[in-house]
């Protein structure tokens, strides 16, 4: 496939866009229409199309919601004091959702057409990207099980899908510093499990623990691993760097660690600042 292939259909009732100084909170608003594509054994992935944005109908007996197949990425664009739009690194964050999905069972996409199926989206949406200080569009990439079947087994059918929404800060907080809640209780993730992935199912391990911080006044959870209780793993959202004795020390990618973007990308840049930089167990003592 390429980009030819995508059909287009515009919408007729186009929605407001957020007026300039609005506060725009995350997660809440979403722009006019989405990329949807669809796989099936036979055929592999077909029918790219960029619709208006609407309810989905699926099957109440869709493997999605039995089984929990289903796998997402995040990232942003941005508008450039010129007026461009630009993407940070999105080929890794396509590259990621393929991981998930092989870990998944799942049928890994073509990068090359998700980021021409991408940009082919925000054309339409350009519109859509806020301007404010802080603000950016969010790209919500994921795909679900679409197979009406009661059983346990990889599905045949799936949904690729990206939707737009356009956010301010994820925290409260802003870019001030974040109250973090050590937990050590609950475990989000083991090393062969799927802690290295963006499941849905990782984030739905994750809530209890993140309400328990919310009930004690914090805004995220600092994970541990799942074994001894004492080496940390990473926060609920982002990955975490520790400077030690003028060393930069981050968890090791180990299987239970998602390899964040962000986090790549700064190890990269704090080398060729000239730091130090070490991947490696860290305990919480």
Not at 66 to 72: D, L, R, V
Not at 180 to 195: D, F, H, K, P, Q
Not at 214 to 223: A, C, I, S
Not at 249 to 276: C, D, M, Q, W
């Amino acid at each position: 496939m390429d980009i030819n292939d995508i059909k287009i259909t515009l919408t007729q009732n186009p929605g407001q866009k957020p007026a300039k100084g609005v506060e725009l909170g995350f997660g809440r608003l979403f722009t006019d229409h989405i990329f949807l594509m669809d796989y099936d054994a036979r055929d592999g992935w077909r029918d790219p199309r960029i619709v208006p944005y609407a309810r989905l109908s699926l099957d109440p007996a869709a493997m999605v919601f039995h089984y929990g197949q289903a796998a997402f990425e995040g990232m942003k664009a941005y508008r450039s004091k010129n007026g461009d739009t630009l993407l940070f690194r999105p080929r890794l964050n396509f590259e990621r959702l393929n991981s998930s999905n092989a870990r998944l069972c799942m049928p890994e996409i073509d990068v090359d057409f998700a980021l021409s199926a991408l940009k082919e989206l925000l054309k339409i949406e350009n519109d859509w990207i806020p301007t404010d200080d802080g603000t950016s569009l969010y790209i919500r990439p994921f795909v679900i099980a679409t197979d009406p079947f009661l059983g346990v087994r990889p599905s045949d059918t799936y949904l690729f899908i990206i939707i737009l929404s356009p956010v301010g800060a994820y925290y409260p907080e802003g870019l001030a510093p974040v109250k973090i809640n050590v937990e050590t209780e609950y475990v989000r993730a083991v090393r062969g499990g799927l802690g290295f992935t963006k499941a849905a199912a990782n984030y739905a391990a994750s809530l209890k623990s993140q309400n328990k911080a919310k009930d004690l006044g914090y805004t995220q959870v600092l994970w541990l691993d799942a074994i001894e209780r004492k080496y940390i793993e990473e926060v609920g959202t982002m990955n975490v760097f520790f400077k030690i004795d003028g060393k930069i020390i981050t968890p090791a990618l180990a299987g239970s660690v998602l390899p964040g973007v962000t986090r790549n990308s700064a190890i990269h840049l704090l080398k060729n600042f000239g730091y130090e930089v070490e991947e490696r167990s860290v305990s919480i003592d």
